[in-house]
């Protein structure tokens, strides 16, 4: 049978049947009979999918395809089944918080918040008296085209741009159309879009989605993130655990204390994004207002563009072409790989503490981890995560190094690739969420962890060749590599080597106190000195 060739569907309690001759209609197939069962048969599927178009015949063990199944999919409906990027299907439940921010009907949404907003800072510019000051009823109206504004007027944008075959005029004559019937602001419609490039009113739009996509989203599950990496700390900080360097045991630590330098990681990291500033422009074709002096020569024009671009809660970018730079965009992208990139630190090693014992993972009724092996545990949200922060880098590696370059006064390089903000931020979110996930699942092992350093007495060769250099014990490092290296090492050869130094007898029993268990230096007072100035 050829991939695609029928589809099969369940039949209530009888046999099983196959859909034959279907059409679909309104998300449905409408079924003929069923050659083999006699029986009508339904499947539902997303509308317009396919028409199908296949007659079956079963054999003993097998199910032969006369004809294939002829896949037509929507033009305008987008299921699950249908996207291309995983965002928009599988993951779309964890993602979907973007949408309205970094969507096509999120650009659209703020296009149209701009061209409304210098309409009305024009009405408030003196010197303009064709735009005079709007009546309240006015400005209400064009403050209830941004609050209202839905998928539909977002649609019949989009048709305008069939006709135009530009995105930012078709939003101009979008606003045209919804306002001639306004007496007020019918007299001043050729004041939409004035003086501007579509730039003016793009760049002003891509600052919007960045700040308050990652304002009302990026930023607070980044902030679970990090407070349920400083939990872990704060509740692991006296726990024991054996180190590794290089792969091969080493000088203890705690939990806790390997876990708060992740989330001191991850915190500055955090900060640093919270911090990046955005800029706009409104400069006009080239960025030196051309087209707006030749019309108001006796308006200072750079300082009513500070004012606009400031109200909208962004900063101001003087000097620039027909783009703005989009520096501060490489700053925010690399920001964000740095934060991901400790993020992935993060999650291999946690990994690694799984795959050694020292956490266990809490399981879910009816979850399977292999489809082979029923015993399997898989730490899959920390595998999820790491592989969606290295799809998140890579496109903002590429919009950091990109964007920041146009030939010239622009060139169209940058529109593409701006279209993409949201795949790194959606593959950002769905690792953070799919981390935190796998937090929540952990259980510290401490039989496990108390296991590796009840096995591991060769790490207090560290501590006892320090003190024997306090003392002027010569050559005390050769002398614990010969008793170490390579050598199995337990509590009573330690016990016996520490017996036998010529330091005084204080040094001698406080060497004696330590285990691998309390070898552990400040690390719990590391974590909790964090944790008290992370609340100051």
Not at 26 to 52: D, E, M
Not at 202 to 222: D, F, Q, S
Request: glycine letters at 6%; hydrophobic letters at 40%.
């Amino acid at each position: 049978m050829e991939i695609g060739s029928c589809i099969k569907a369940p039949n209530g309690s009888g046999p099983t049947s196959y859909v034959t001759r279907a059409s679909c209609l309104n998300g449905q197939f409408v079924p003929t009979q069923n050659r083999i069962s006699k029986a009508s048969t339904y499947v539902t599927l997303p509308n317009k999918l396919c028409t199908c178009k296949a007659t079956l015949k079963e054999t003993n063990n097998s199910v032969e395809a006369v004809e294939k199944v002829k896949v037509q999919p929507s033009e305008t409906e987008l299921s699950s089944l249908t996207a291309i990027s995983p965002l928009d299907g599988r993951y779309w439940n964890k993602v979907k918080d973007l949408s309205r921010y970094l969507s096509e009907y999120g650009l659209i949404y703020y296009r149209t918040l701009v061209e409304i907003k210098w309409l009305l800072k024009l009405s408030q510019i003196p010197e303009v008296v064709e735009v005079p000051k709007f009546s309240n009823e006015a400005e209400a109206k064009l403050q209830g085209l941004i609050d209202g504004f839905n998928e539909a007027d977002a649609i019949q944008v989009k048709n305008i741009e069939k006709i135009t075959n530009h995105d930012v005029k078709a939003v101009e004559y979008f606003l045209k159309t919804k306002c001639q019937e306004d007496p007020e602001i019918a007299k001043v419609l050729e004041f939409f879009h004035f003086g501007c490039t579509s730039e003016d009113i793009n760049n002003l739009a891509h600052g919007l989605m960045l700040k308050e996509a990652v304002n009302y989203v990026i930023l607070p599950i980044m902030d679970d993130l990090v407070n349920a990496i400083y939990s872990m700390a704060e509740a692991n900080a006296h726990v024991p655990m054996l180190s590794r360097t290089h792969g091969q045991p080493a000088s203890p630590t705690t939990l806790g204390k390997e876990m708060i330098i992740f989330a001191e990681r991850l915190s500055r990291e955090r900060r640093d994004i919270s911090q990046v500033e955005i800029f706009g422009k409104f400069a006009g074709a080239v960025g030196n207002y051309n087209a707006h002096v030749a019309a108001y020569s006796d308006v200072i024009w750079p300082h009513v563009a500070e004012q606009f671009v400031n109200s909208l809660g962004l900063s101001f970018n003087p000097h620039v072409t027909q783009i703005e730079s989009h520096d501060y965009m490489a700053k925010l992208f690399h920001s964000f790989i740095r934060f991901n990139n400790i993020l992935l630190d993060f999650d291999r090693d946690i990994w690694g503490y799984i795959s050694v014992g020292y956490f266990k993972q809490v399981t879910k009724a009816g979850e399977i981890g292999s489809s082979t092996m029923p015993h399997k545990v898989n730490p899959i949200d920390f595998e999820n995560s790491e592989g969606n922060l290295g799809i998140a880098n890579a496109v903002f590696d590429h919009l950091s190094m990109k964007l920041p370059i146009s030939r010239w006064q622009r060139d169209l390089t940058d529109s593409t690739v701006l279209r993409n903000i949201g795949v790194g931020l959606g593959y950002s979110l769905l690792a953070y969420k799919s981390a935190l996930v796998g937090i929540g699942k952990l259980q510290v092992n401490e039989v496990a962890l108390n296991k590796d350093l009840d096995n591991s007495w060769e790490v207090l060769a560290e501590p006892i060749q320090t003190v024997m250099r306090r003392y002027g014990v010569e050559e005390p490092y050769e002398k614990l590599k010969e008793l170490t290296r390579g050598k199995a090492v337990n509590k009573e050869s330690i016990t016996e080597f520490i017996n036998r130094l010529e330091i005084p007898v204080e040094a001698k029993n406080e060497l004696l106190k330590l285990t691998p268990h309390n070898y552990v230096g400040v690390a719990a007072q590391l974590v909790k000195d964090a944790c008290i100035k992370r609340h100051e």
